[in-house]
Structure formats: structure tokens, C-alpha cells
């Protein structure tokens, strides 16, 4: 293994790669310090597309951390990065994801305008990634290839590659950001007569659906190469809208755009951009949130309404989900708050519309304002009027996820008596301190056992009974009875510890097993000395046991 030998320019430390100002930050140095005509800026690590972080689905993004709590940059991550770096007079030339899954129009969408080429790969990536020197070597044999020049070299390099060590799965390819709006807007048209098709033709969705089954797929099924979806919509007659004019205008602008594009052979049918089609509406529908949340093109064009509409001809297995949250009493003139939970299977989501309702047991309805915290949970606050005329009300909630709509309700006593009570803090407060006063005074009981205990060793007795003062014992001087105050005048120690405790209490009578024998003696004999108190249970520590 041959050494680095390199100039130390920086030592940085433990840096986040997950963090956008960390990008920025290099970005800059380096243009700063190493000025040149042109510039690629490469994302190297794991890629998983546009999606956002949260649990319950696949994560996707791009350029994990795993020492920085597995940070990683989303899509709006990526979008903030290049709007900063125009904003600082940096252009890019070619970006490159030397990462999987992220040559898709949503996430290309968003650099138009901020670089001219982006080099990434439709399909999962080789751990081995680009073939560098097969495009490094190139480029400092000839430093004045152009960017296109340069991204066909870094294309060609990797399908070179891993065409001879003979990986068939993989694909990479190169797209000319400067002529990507032409095939938006082709796709704009097409996933308008689509859309058109699905919602008021509904029957003919089966059809759309067989040909997305039919095209090129990428990851796990849910990316769909665009150029061969495009080609079997125009192959395909029998539309009423009829979409196969703006799918042969989007196979010409895809065309032009690819500058290159390499794909093995198990991909025979990959062009060089991929498309969001999901194969199922549960699928859809628990990624819906995210999709819009991270991505502007489902936004800004009609492919968004045609997912929405495609798939509301479908119905789903799983469920929208929602729980509304309160307090079961409340107290006039304080201020309530409740929480409402909403999702749709495993995923965490806001609601497309959410109305919330103080209801009273007249039927009217009061507006409340819902204010989301974060995907899945929302905080309502409202007062009762001191002066209400009820008992009773409820929350009540409308919530609309696309075309599913699930309403909750959560009942509330109104109770005027709980304002008249003082604070829970208040009558802990005193109680505690009675308690306590109460413990002090147990710590000083008269200690009669203890001292029958330290009288009994000089006599070597066994114990044959205590009770009511009267203590039966067994010496070498004979049975004998005595009171304890007489006897804890005449003996010293007694050096016995205490074995076992029977499980039964008769007749206010404990009996003891001692290493001297048995010993039973009655509960006001023990001294009870409290240990601590927990909440309404006090722990009594006697000399004999807890």
C-alpha cells in the first residue's frame, strides 16, 4: 500500500458529511484556493433518491454519516446547497453522485439552473463505485475536455468496468441539465392526458397499470425508467385522452438530454433518467407526504395530480389512522391542551386538511387551530369560559389524507369543583411534611427489645415467648418470666441475629426464628422506625427485620 505523500492543507477533525454547511464549506475552500474554468462536484457514499428521514418506510437520500448519527443529506438538503452556492457566485458544471439510485428527474429537476450536467446511476450502485482512473487518467492526459466530454469519459470509464468484471445489474448515465426543461415539459402533457384518462375513465387505469408493470424498474420496484415508459404509452391505442403524442414528444426531448448512458444487460430497457411510479396505492399513499415534502417537480407539473388520481382508482389495505388526545377534566378559565395523532400505515404524515372543533352538548361547533410539531402529531390549545352553562364538550376532528377522511372525537368533563381544590404540588407538600413529623416522632419509640436482646447474652438463654411485656425464658438457671424493664437492668449483650420471619401474624404475635431458637413476640414490641415513604406506603425498619 503506498502512502499519501500530499501537502496537509487542512486538518478539520470529525466533521458531519451529512451537513449541507459542510459541503458549502468545501466547496468554497476549494474554489477559493484552487481556482479553475470549470468544476464537478461529486457526492460519494450510499444514495437512495429523494426521500425523507423518518421511520416506517425506506430512508432515501444521499451521503450517510454513520459517526454523525446517520445524518445524510435529503433532497431539500441538495436544493439548499446549490441555491447557496449561486448565491456565492459558484456555478457547477457537472454533479456527480458517485452514489445509488439518484438519476431521477425529481432529483435533477432541482438543479436546473444551478449546473449543467448531472453523472449518476438509475440502479443500486457496486460498493467499487465510479472507475476514477478510467476518466482521471483521460483528463489529465487532456485538461481541456469540456464538461460533456468529461461526463460521456466518466460514463463509458464504468460501463467499461464492470462490463469486464461482469456485473450486468449495473447502469450509469450523464443528462444535460440546460435541456432538461424540454422533457418536463413533455412529461407535463403526457401526465396531463393521464390524468384526464384515469378521472373519467377510471376502467382504463388497468391499462396504465400494465404498462408500468411492464417497464424498466430500478431499486425495488418503485422507479420506472421514464424513455421506456414513454415508449409503450405510445405504442399503446385506445386512450380516450389520447397521450401518445406528448409520450413521442418526450422520447425525442429524453434523447437529446442523455448525453450518455450505460446499462448491463439484466437492464435492456434503461435509458438514462428514472421516474416515481410506485406499483401499489398502500405503497403510494404511506410515501405520498414525503414525495411532495422533498420533491418540487410532482408540485410544479401534472405528474403529481396523475399519481394522485391513478391511484384513487385503487383501494388501499392499509389504513389512515388518527387519535385525538385530551385531558379527561377540565378546569373553567385554564388553558387545555390536546394532541391528535394521524398516519397512514406505517408512515408518519401531516393530513392534506385537518379540521378541529370544540363541539358542545348544544351542537354548536367552535374553530380550533391545529399547529403541526412535527409529521404525525399536532398541538390544539383553547380555554373553557369561566361562565359556561355545561358539564360536558368534546374535540372533534375531520382529517383528509387525498381522497381518505377519518374523523375522532374525545369527550371532556367540565368540572368547576377542580378550581376549587388546591394544587396537587400543594397537598403533596403537606403531606410530606406531616409524614415527616409522623417519622420523627416513630424514631423515638422506646427501644424495649433491643435492650432484652443485649441483657439475654450474659444468661445464654432461649427465648420462649414475649408477650405483653413478659418476656419466658429458658437459662441455665431454669425457666424463667420477667418484664422487660426489670430484666434490661440486669443483662448485657445478647448476640443473636434474626433467621426467619413466619409468613403469618396471629393474634397481634410475629414468631421469630432466631440462631437461638424461636422467639415470638407481639408487633408493639418490635420498634418500628420508618425508613422512607414512598407516595401513600411507608417502609418501617425494625431491629428484627424490614
Known sequence: MSLIRSELLLDLGEVNMGDPETVLFFVNYTVKHFPAEHYMLVFWDHGNAWRSKQEGMSIKGVCWDWTNNNDYLTQQELRYIFEKLKSMGIHIDIVGFDACLMQMIEV???????????VASEEYEPLDGWAYDGF??????????????LASTIVKAYGEFYTNVGLTWTTLSAIDLNKL???????????????LEVNFYPKNATTIQSLRDKSEKFCEGEFIDLWHFAELINSTPGFVNDPRPFASELILALNETVIASYAGSDHPNAHGLAIYFPPTVDWYLEERYWYFLQTQLPLQTWWGLFLDFYF?????????????VTPPIITPGKVVTAFILIGFGKSKIFADYLDVYLVHPNGSKTPLEAIGIEPELYMVSFTILEDHKYDT????????YWFLGLSDVSALTISKELA????????VGNITKELGSIAKGLENIATSIDDLIKMMKTLEPV???VKNNTVKMLTELGTMDAKLDTIKDLVGKLGTTIID????????ILVLKTDIGELKATLSALEPKIKSIDERTATIETKLEN
Open 463 to 465: 427465648i420462649i415467648e
Open 420 to 427: 376549587l381544590i388546591p394544587s396537587i404540588e400543594e397537598n
Open 312 to 324: 384513487k382508482t385503487m383501494t388501499p389495505t392499509e389504513h389512515l389512522w388518527l387519535k385525538v
Open 501 to 508: 420471619v413466619e409468613k403469618s401474624i396471629k393474634e397481634d
Open 393 to 400: 364538550c368534546s374535540i372533534l376532528v375531520d382529517a383528509y
Open 181 to 195: 426543461p424540454n422533457v418536463v415539459s413533455a412529461l407535463n402533457k403526457m401526465a396531463r392526458a393521464l390524468t
Open 108 to 118: 435533477a429537476y432541482d438543479f436546473i439552473g444551478y449546473a449543467d450536467i448531472v
Open 136 to 149: 482521471l487518467i483521460p483528463l489529465v492526459t487532456n485538461p481541456d475536455m469540456t464538461p460533456q466530454e
